[in-house]
């Protein structure tokens, strides 16, 4: 595959000599966002819709850990024990001639704000809006599903939609949703029954497209999805939130996270997904993983450990 510039456009660039501005930098201005790369016959480019900085740890992850197992944890990955950053990067798939997209992040918000950039930087990465075939949801949280709209619109006009059953049932009748995801509730009540025409419900093992796959990985949401591609005998496994950061949830699967719906249920699922990826040696793309969000679990010292791909998919 041929080296693809894709420079981040979002603004322009700083004029005079004052440098650019530390905040700019902070707020995604100056980072890579578009992560291209060919997959067998398929293109998937993850595209960061922005990321949050977050003041503590605990909470949302290690629930578990005392404050001085957190500082231990995070000086042996180099990592401040002060706080976080949250990513958020869907996927885009081409493949048989459909465009599909995995996730929507949050509403198109304006350019200065954290996240919110998925509509225009898919124009980066050479989509328009009316492009995407097929918005394929993992699971129903906010960060998944609020780009799905811009104001009162479909902000994919040409798009019909998959969810697992389960999910869909689960937040319709809010059966089994905890009480801290009342507003989730609302938020998907508002914004998702209104596209069921449009919609296909999947159950594990279902086909999305020729070579695209529903799994179930329940637990994190109540019927949260993964979805496997597989092209010309090389594979890729969107595993949407079965873990939500790379050291805190990743190489520590039996640590509670409070992001979790049922927080039992997405311990089992996050050591049986990743015995999976680190078995099977499967590429990996993490919504909430380090952009480009690509990568691959090992096991180390009796941890699982995230590893970012580099150069793989384009040899």
Not at 7 to 31: F, H, L, Q, V, W
Not at 135 to 146: E, G, Q, S
Not at 204 to 212: E, W
Request: aromatic letters at 8%; charged letters at 20%; glycine letters at 10%.
């Amino acid at each position: 595959m041929p080296c693809i510039k894709l420079p981040n456009i979002d603004k322009p660039a700083p004029s005079g000599k004052e440098g650019p501005d530390p905040m700019n930098i902070i707020n995604d201005t100056y980072r890579s966002t578009i992560h291209p790369f060919a997959l067998g016959e398929a293109v998937v480019s993850t595209i960061q819709d922005g990321a949050h900085i977050r003041d503590a740890i605990n909470p949302p992850f290690a629930l578990d850990k005392s404050d001085e197992e957190i500082a231990q944890i995070a000086a042996s990955n180099n990592l401040p024990a002060h706080g976080f950053e949250s990513g958020y990067t869907p996927t885009v798939i081409r493949i048989g001639g459909q465009t599909i997209l995995f996730d929507t992040g949050f509403a198109p918000l304006g350019a200065d704000e954290p996240a919110g950039h998925l509509k225009r930087r898919l124009a980066h990465a050479g989509y328009a809006p009316k492009d995407i075939d097929i918005v394929a949801f993992t699971h129903c949280h906010p960060d998944h599903i609020l780009g799905v709209m811009d104001g009162n619109t479909p902000t994919y006009p040409n798009a019909r939609y998959v969810i697992g059953r389960k999910e869909f049932d689960a937040w319709s009748s809010g059966e089994g949703i905890p009480e801290q995801r009342a507003g989730t509730r609302d938020i998907f009540l508002k914004l998702i029954p209104p596209l069921a025409d449009r919609m296909t419900f999947l159950e594990d093992g279902d086909s999305v497209v020729s070579g695209l796959t529903a799994e179930a990985a329940f637990g994190h949401s109540p019927g949260h999805m993964m979805y496997r591609l597989e092209s010309r005998g090389k594979s890729l496994l969107i595993w949407g939130d079965v873990t939500n950061h790379f050291v805190f949830s990743l190489q520590y699967p039996d640590s509670l996270v409070g992001f979790d719906d049922d927080k039992d249920l997405a311990i089992q699922t996050r050591n049986r997904v990743l015995d999976m990826v680190a078995t099977d040696g499967l590429m990996v793309s993490g919504f909430h993983m380090p952009f480009p969000s690509i990568g691959y679990v090992e096991r180390t010292d009796g941890h699982f450990r995230w590893t970012p791909a580099t150069y793989q998919a384009r040899m």
